[in-house]
């Protein structure tokens, strides 16, 4: 189990949720009950996995990243399918895992209008694979998409099943995101370009992995050069 979880868990963790919305993509949208079933097995499998996790962390050595993958990605810019758990992202998992069950349970009898479970609840599904998604990350441009795939079901699910004013708080969420968006990838692409090289099977390139970048710290950029990435 320890060596399952220490080569797959944190990719389950992620993954998982977005098998549940892909099965469901494929339900009549007449057959609610049964998507609420699956929803909901998808969140309590996710969440088992996430007590697994949970049980076999290593916390003396919080600080040290755990059930830790390194694989391939992007080739040409050295983006690598990086993750990892450590002290501070694995209660933000923890909290993840657990809310998600307790809201499909909730919204059971009391979806918002227009009544649309299947839709709802995939974007649920969606999103707990962005978030979770976004605490592993341990590759800038990784962790760059998983916070879009975050705001994407948050955009949808404001501006269909909000309030009153849903059509102006969606542009609204929009506009900040989108503005937030840009400035971030313009840090993550300064940090990559900025970043001395290091060596890669012999080859010395940039990276994006925010483990090497750690140990770079930004000591050799200019002080003005570093507010403007880093704020």
Do not use: C
Request: charged letters at 10%; hydrophobic letters at 55%.
């Amino acid at each position: 189990m320890k060596d399952l979880l220490n080569g797959w868990g944190a990719t389950a963790v992620v993954f998982l949720p977005l098998v549940g919305a892909a099965v469901m993509l494929a339900i009549p949208k007449t057959e609610e009950t049964l998507h609420k079933v699956v929803a909901l097995a998808t969140s309590l499998v996710v969440f088992a996995v996430g007590v697994a996790l949970l049980a076999n962390f290593d916390y003396d050595h919080s600080a040290t990243l755990q059930f830790f993958q390194d694989k391939t990605w992007i080739e040409v810019i050295n983006s690598r399918y990086i993750i990892g758990i450590d002290g501070i992202s694995l209660p933000l998992i923890a909290l993840t895992v657990f809310v998600v069950p307790l809201v499909i349970v909730y919204s059971w009898d009391h979806f918002p209008e227009p009544h649309n479970p299947k839709v709802f609840l995939i974007l649920i599904l969606i999103l707990e694979t962005g978030m979770v998604g976004s605490f592993v990350a341990q590759d800038l441009l990784l962790f760059f998409v998983f916070f879009e795939f975050v705001l994407l079901p948050m955009y949808f699910m404001i501006g269909v099943f909000g309030g009153e004013q849903r059509k102006y708080a969606s542009l609204k969420f929009f506009l900040y995101t989108a503005f937030g968006s840009a400035l971030m990838i313009v840090a993550i692409l300064a940090t990559y370009f900025l970043s001395p090289e290091i060596s890669i099977g012999g080859e010395m390139r940039h990276t994006f992995s925010m483990v090497a970048l750690s140990e770079w710290g930004g000591s050799t950029l200019a002080k003005n050069t570093a507010i403007l990435i880093f704020g």
